[in-house]
């Protein structure tokens, strides 16, 4: 019998349970996982969070060969027992979990570069949330996206922000009200991506800021309350869309708050950032059923 100490812990809504393995010794199996995840036999949440060392799972190698200093890696998994490659929520939160458990020296709580299957992530503490460097992004192709609730296919635009999404502009909020998420949106091209249904506000730019508003049907998960990566892929994809002046600076409305993303220029090309809160809610224990 394994007894796993857990915390919960929710960014705008996005709840994920986290434990430490720092030597990567408990076996964490999709089963394990979804008992973990189970919101009636379980504790419930959208992913699983295992604070493990890069050097102590496989997928760190390249982590370490990119930044030596990512001591932390993010292994994260889907509520279905499914591996996710990068969690724009929960990599604040993780970040709050590792200087919460004293994980992390005082000096690298200001900019903490953090370990995750997409690469390395430089996590900055702020006065109200953390803000993660998401790196370089893509444009991804177009495809089909059917859901009910919407009477005819629409296009979305694939792209790739470490992981994988499609984003679909709605007409106004009573279509996003209408679309029916229980079910996973239909793509084609088939393959797997988290789907975003997005609206703007009215008006879209308030003071140099655009606003956007979203739902989202992650992979893995199901439709969830926010979706830090989704988030920034919808505000990419609406700059795209608005072509020439469009600002830089985005604010994202999601059922569980509210997010900021802000593309910036680097040497290597553009980056993208994604700012937002990071709460941890609870600590308990759990029996984790045989793996
Ligand atoms: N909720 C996350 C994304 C989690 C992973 C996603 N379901 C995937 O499999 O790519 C976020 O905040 O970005």
Same mark, same amino acid.
């Given at each position: 019998?394994?007894?796993?100490?857990?915390?919960?812990?929710?960014?705008?809504?996005?709840?994920?349970?986290?434990?430490?393995?720092?030597?990567?010794?408990?076996?964490?199996?999709?089963?394990?996982? #979804?008992? *973990?995840?189970?919101? +009636?036999? $379980?504790? @419930?949440? !959208?992913?699983?969070?295992?604070? %493990?060392?890069?050097?102590?799972?496989?997928?760190?190698?390249?982590?370490?060969?990119?930044?030596?200093?990512?001591?932390?890696?993010?292994?994260?998994?889907?509520?279905?027992?499914?591996?996710?490659?990068?969690?724009?929520?929960?990599?604040?939160?993780?970040?709050?979990?590792?200087?919460?458990?004293?994980?992390?020296?005082?000096?690298?709580?200001?900019?903490?570069?953090?370990?995750?299957?997409?690469?390395?992530?430089?996590?900055?503490?702020?006065?109200?949330?953390?803000?993660?460097?998401?790196?370089?992004?893509?444009?991804?192709?177009?495809?089909?996206?059917?859901? #009910?609730? *919407?009477?005819?296919? +629409?296009? $979305?635009? @694939?792209? !790739?922000?470490?992981?994988?999404? %499609?984003?679909?502009?709605?007409?106004?909020?009573?279509?996003?009200?209408?679309?029916?998420?229980?079910?996973?949106?239909?793509?084609?091209?088939?393959?797997?991506?988290?789907?975003?249904?997005?609206?703007?506000?009215?008006?879209?730019?308030?003071?140099?800021?655009?606003?956007?508003?979203?739902?989202?049907?992650?992979?893995?998960?199901?439709?969830?309350?926010?979706?830090?990566?989704?988030?920034?892929?919808?505000?990419?994809?609406?700059?795209?869309?608005?072509?020439?002046?469009?600002?830089?600076?985005?604010?994202?409305?999601?059922?569980?708050?509210?997010?900021?993303? #802000?593309?910036?220029?680097?040497?290597?090309?553009?980056?993208?950032?994604?700012?937002?809160?990071?709460?941890?809610?609870?600590?308990?224990?759990?029996?984790?059923?045989?793996?």
């Amino acid at each position: 019998m394994t007894t796993l100490r857990f915390t919960k812990g929710q960014g705008t809504g996005n709840d994920f349970v986290l434990f430490t393995d720092p030597d990567g010794e408990i076996e964490l199996t999709p089963a394990r996982v #979804r008992a *973990l995840c189970d919101r +009636r036999f $379980g504790i @419930g949440a !959208d992913g699983v969070i295992r604070a %493990v060392r890069s050097r102590s799972i496989p997928d760190g190698e390249a982590v370490l060969a990119e930044e030596p200093e990512a001591e932390w890696f993010m292994d994260y998994w889907n509520a279905d027992g499914s591996e996710a490659k990068m969690c724009g929520n929960g990599i604040r939160v993780y970040a709050h979990y590792l200087i919460s458990e004293g994980l992390v020296q005082s000096e690298r709580r200001d900019t903490l570069p953090i370990g995750t299957r997409s690469g390395v992530r430089d996590v900055l503490a702020g006065m109200s949330g953390y803000t993660v460097d998401m790196g370089r992004w893509r444009l991804s192709g177009e495809r089909l996206v059917s859901a #009910r609730g *919407l009477y005819v296919p +629409r296009p $979305g635009l @694939g792209i !790739d922000v470490g992981n994988q999404h %499609v984003v679909t502009a709605l007409a106004n909020v009573s279509e996003l009200d209408a679309v029916e998420l229980h079910q996973a949106p239909k793509l084609d091209p088939e393959g797997d991506a988290n789907v975003e249904f997005v609206v703007p506000e009215e008006p879209l730019v308030k003071n140099g800021v655009a606003r956007i508003r979203l739902r989202v049907h992650e992979m893995g998960s199901g439709e969830t309350l926010s979706c830090g990566t989704g988030s920034v892929a919808a505000a990419l994809a609406f700059r795209h869309w608005g072509g020439e002046g469009m600002p830089n600076n985005w604010s994202v409305e999601v059922p569980g708050g509210r997010l900021g993303v #802000r593309m910036f220029p680097t040497q290597e090309g553009e980056h993208v950032s994604l700012s937002g809160p990071a709460e941890l809610v609870y600590t308990g224990e759990f029996e984790l059923p045989e793996a």
